[in-house]
């Protein structure tokens, strides 16, 4: 199936997109990317050194000097993959958001980023239309992260609500937002407290309103639409803790959810079991053809 993956200029997340990426193509798919111009996209280079995550991080003879920098940033096989994404033909090669139509593409996946330059593709009026358009016409979707935050702002011309009004998704947690923001304003990026957070609040506004997790929950139905990890789940402080990632042979640390056709998960420890999920409900898509 052909594979519409749109990122921003800017900051996209490595793991995302390039887990996600190579487990899409073994299992026989198109991957096609598209920027705002028609640029290639560039990760977020923090996630991909560590540099500049910990508290000497500002200072250029220091910065590579890392302790926090290693814990956060993407792991050896993610970096390996973007690696290989970074020379892929397609990759290079990317549309414009300008071009895109949703009857060009079998199926969309929205990766996350949280540095700001994700904001533009978060943000692009064209690019909400676009998913709007594949959930109406059911074809199948996947969000991650940030991504579901595009998917909550895309408003369907036909109900005049968020597309995800009436589903079922997960996203980025308020629980994993905080602490990582926490982390860094506290003890290590302190001269850059709020990269961790895309969207901060404004003045009298309550902690978290302006956080994936809140923005995702107001788009829905309930907010009961909204689902973590249950209390009694195996695993759960596996799955919570943000201290392990799934790999391709261990899927205890994800934490995934899927509603029909379109499928979401929290962050990049969820990514391969995120992808495989939507690979599963790409078979299925085919076969029913």
């Known amino acids: ?7 921003p200029h800017r900051d996209c997340d490595p793991s995302e997109v390039a887990i996600s990426w190579r487990l899409l193509r073994e299992a026989g798919h198109v991957c096609v990317f598209a920027t705002p111009e028609g640029a290639p996209a560039l990760a977020d280079p923090v996630m991909l050194s560590g540099e500049g995550l910990d508290a000497w991080g500002c200072v250029p003879g220091l910065r590579k000097l890392r302790a926090i920098g290693l814990l956060l940033r993407a792991n050896r096989e993610a970096r390996a993959a973007w690696r290989a994404l970074a020379g892929d033909a397609a990759f290079l090669q990317p549309l414009a958001y300008a071009a895109l139509r949703a009857q060009d593409f ?10 700001r330059g994700v904001r533009e593709y978060l943000e692009s009026p064209r690019l909400q239309q676009l998913v709007a358009a594949m959930f109406d016409a059911d074809k199948p979707v996947a969000a991650v992260c940030h991504g579901v935050l595009l ?139």
């Open 1 to 7: 199936m052909r594979v519409l993956i749109p990122l």
């Open 106 to 115: 079998d199926a969309l996946l929205l990766p996350g980023g949280h540095a």
């Open 151 to 289: 998917a909550a702002r895309s408003v369907s011309p036909r109900t005049g609500r968020s597309v995800l009004h009436g589903r079922k998704t997960t996203a980025l947690t308020w629980a994993f937002e905080k602490s990582a923001w926490d982390l860094t304003r506290f003890f290590a990026r302190w001269w850059d407290g709020g990269y961790y957070r895309t969207y901060p609040e404004a003045p009298g506004e309550a902690a978290g309103y302006r956080g994936t997790q809140a923005e995702v929950t107001r788009a829905l139905a309930s907010p009961e639409d909204f689902l973590d990890v249950p209390a009694d789940a195996p695993d759960r402080w596996r799955k919570t803790s943000g201290l392990h990632r799934d790999t391709d042979a261990d899927s205890r640390p994800a934490f995934v959810v899927r509603d029909g056709r379109y499928v979401s998960a929290r962050w990049p420890g969820d990514v391969h079991a995120f992808a495989r999920t939507f690979c599963a409900v790409l078979r299925e898509a085919q076969a029913a053809r």
